[in-house]
């Protein structure tokens, strides 16, 4: 049974930014894929970034291609969302998950098999 945490979340005015952070344990890190998905209120769940599980491939949503990044570090069982240029429409819960899946199906809620507690994001305008 792996368990995921993430920190990092809390207040940003628009245009700053902030590092999530997703410890993971009870489990072989560096044979899972893992991802970031975000729940808005009223809003469905949405993928934001996954990275494959050596971190040599990864992938992001188009709201925030060019601004999020994702890396890990496998020595740490810890994956990383750097979140950059920060907008109010990215308020949103941030969860990391972990798969055994293919890296191909990344951004497929489903494909994943464990879930953190979430952080909560709240950008300011």
């Known amino acids: 049974q792996v368990q995921l945490v993430e920190s990092g979340g809390g207040l940003v005015q628009a245009g700053g930014s902030l590092r999530l952070s997703c410890a993971a344990s009870?489990?072989?890190?560096?044979?899972?894929?893992m991802g970031w998905f975000r729940h808005a209120p009223g809003k469905e769940r949405e993928f934001v970034g996954g990275?494959?599980?050596?971190?040599?491939?990864?992938r992001f949503a188009d709201s925030v291609n060019g601004r999020f990044t994702i890396s890990r570090d496998n020595a740490k069982n810890t994956v990383y969302l750097q979140m950059n240029t920060l907008k109010p429409e990215d308020t949103a819960v941030y969860y990391c998950?972990?798969?055994?899946?293919?890296?191909?199906?990344?951004?497929?809620?489903?494909?994943?098999?464990?879930w953190g507690q979430g952080t909560q994001v709240t950008v300011s305008s």
């Open positions: 998950a972990a798969t055994t899946g293919p890296y191909s199906r990344s951004d497929y809620s489903s494909a994943y098999n464990y």
């Open positions: 009870g489990g072989t890190f560096s044979s899972y894929t």
């Open positions: 990275i494959s599980p050596i971190g040599n491939r990864w």
